[in-house]
């Protein structure tokens, strides 16, 4: 066999070779599927952000939010709507999920704070209904929440 057709023989061989090396090494470290990234931090905070950004002006007037048994959630709404009642207005209950609920009373804006406080504290409850003359009302929002 001529000189130049050895080497070229080798040449090959070495090519055939180092590409049948590559190969092998890259089915070998072939990187594995990575699981999916979890965004639902990220979506919670994109939310949030729009709605700081948007800066909606506030439904209610005024808001407390109270951290309650989920047992009593039926018992605690009834009292709100009594109080309401005793303050001369009226409350619905908002939609609800898994945290906690809203309610939404309507009371004299003269006796907004008087609702508050009875609704923050039971044991100051009054004890006679209280009439407002004028007609404006004030919007309470309530927020329940769940305790845990």
Do not use: W, Y
Not at 44 to 62: C, E, F, R, V, W
Not at 117 to 130: G, I, N, S, Y
């Amino acid at each position: 066999m001529p000189k130049d057709q050895r080497k070229l023989l080798v040449l090959g061989a070495v090519f055939c070779g180092g590409l049948l090396a590559g190969i092998a090494l890259v089915l070998f470290f072939q990187a594995k599927p990575q699981p999916a990234i979890d965004t639902s931090n990220l979506e919670g905070l994109l939310h949030n952000t729009a709605q700081t950004a948007i800066a909606l002006p506030p439904l209610a007037d005024a808001e407390v939010e109270l951290t309650i048994d989920r047992a009593k959630l039926d018992e605690e709404i009834a009292r709100i709507k009594t109080l309401a009642t005793k303050f001369g207005g009226t409350a619905v209950q908002g939609a609800g999920d898994n945290s906690g609920t809203e309610v939404l009373a309507q009371v004299s804006p003269k006796f907004t704070s008087q609702f508050l406080e009875a609704v923050k504290h039971p044991e100051k409850e009054p004890a006679a209904h209280v009439q407002s003359e004028d007609n404006q009302t004030a919007l309470v929002q309530v927020r329940l929440k769940f305790q845990g």
